[in-house]
């Protein structure tokens, strides 16, 4: 016979066996990996909510976040086609629901503009207004660390000061 095991707590106790999952129990853990934050368009949490729907379409298409950047860099939506494999047209409707859920402000005018067959191209069109953005900001700190090292210190405590802002 079978092992069995116990699933939630002792008011709801259902016995299945190893290995079989309800559906709820399935639904929950989908919830759980899908991306919370919606973007409102701020260029400053651009970087880390990209991040997060990138590494969510990757949990659920392997190779799927490497096509997401290089749809942008090149332009080509076959990577990302064959990255989805039969899955393509279903992808997309997911991935335009997504974009369309998890946006709001500036990025939901951006993506609203695309139907589901065109989510790709509403990717490309996200990261071709808010990456230039990302690099100006990059360049700005850059410029601000070049300066303080230009400047010389005249005392120890003031190396202390420069190297902590550096920091």
């Known amino acids: ?14 016995v299945r066996r190893p290995g079989q999952a309800t559906s709820q129990m ?3 853990v989908m919830k759980a990996l899908t991306p919370r934050r919606v973007f409102e368009g701020k ?20 190779g799927a976040k490497a096509a997401l950047r290089a749809l942008v860099t090149t332009g080509v ?19 335009h629901a997504l974009l369309r859920s ?23 069109a996200l990261c071709k207004h808010y990456e230039p953005a ?3 900001q990059k360049h700005q700190a850059l410029d601000h660390y070049l300066a303080l090292a230009k400047r010389p210190a005249r005392s120890p405590e003031e190396t202390k000061r420069v190297l902590v802002i550096l920091e």
Request: hydrophobic share 40%; no cysteine.
């Open 1 to 14: 016979m079978a092992a069995s095991f116990v699933i939630g707590s002792d008011a709801e106790q259902d």
């Open 26 to 28: 399935m639904k929950g």
């Open 43 to 62: 260029a400053e949490e651009w970087r880390g909510w990209k991040e997060d729907l990138e590494e969510y379409w990757e949990l659920h298409h392997s």
């Open 77 to 95: 939506t076959s990577r990302m086609e064959t990255a989805l494999g039969r899955q393509a047209a279903e992808s997309k409707v997911t991935m």
């Open 102 to 124: 998890l946006t709001g402000g500036e990025a939901k005018k951006i993506t609203s503009g695309y139907e589901a067959t065109e989510v790709w191209d509403a990717w490309k």
């Open 134 to 136: 990302m690099v100006v």
